[in-house]
């Protein structure tokens, strides 16, 4: 049974710090490459940070670039990723996603949701100025 599950949202005032964390298991997510997405409602979902299956290579959205950074744990039984989040502004407010995709190996980190397959049932951040 596939499960990815996020944790680490809460309310956090401006500047200030999260990290969130997915455990993914039921798969052999460590060779999957992974991503965190996030949306407003109203709005699409927004790519946000993306790692390939070795985590040796990430992306990043425009928008958060210098400030978040995303790793992972390729354990044996369940794949952690993290997204480290700071100086946090009222504009990432959003519902948080984890996101694997189901190729195995991708050299290339995916930062399109088209290109993931399992999706979590996100985590709320709010950011308040």
């Known amino acids: 049974q596939v499960q990815l599950g996020e944790s680490g949202g809460g309310l956090v005032q401006a500047g200030g710090s999260l990290r969130l964390s997915c455990a993914a298991s039921?798969?052999?997510?460590?060779?999957?490459?992974m991503g965190w997405f996030r949306q407003v409602p109203g709005k699409e979902r927004e790519f946000v940070a993306g790692?390939?299956?070795?985590?040796?290579?990430?992306?990043?959205g425009d928008s958060v670039k210098g400030r978040f950074t995303i790793s992972r744990d390729n354990a044996e039984n369940t794949v952690t990723v993290y997204l480290q989040m700071n100086s946090l502004k009222p504009e990432d407010t959003a519902v948080y996603y984890c996101?694997?995709?189901?190729?195995?190996?991708?050299?290339?980190?995916?930062?399109?949701?088209?290109?993931?397959?399992?999706w979590g049932q996100g985590t709320q951040v709010t950011v308040s100025s």
């Open positions: 996101a694997a995709s189901s190729i195995s190996h991708s050299i290339s980190v995916l930062t399109t949701t088209p290109d993931y397959d399992y």
């Open positions: 790692i390939n299956w070795s985590g040796h290579t990430t992306d990043y």
């Open positions: 039921g798969r052999k997510f460590s060779s999957y490459a």
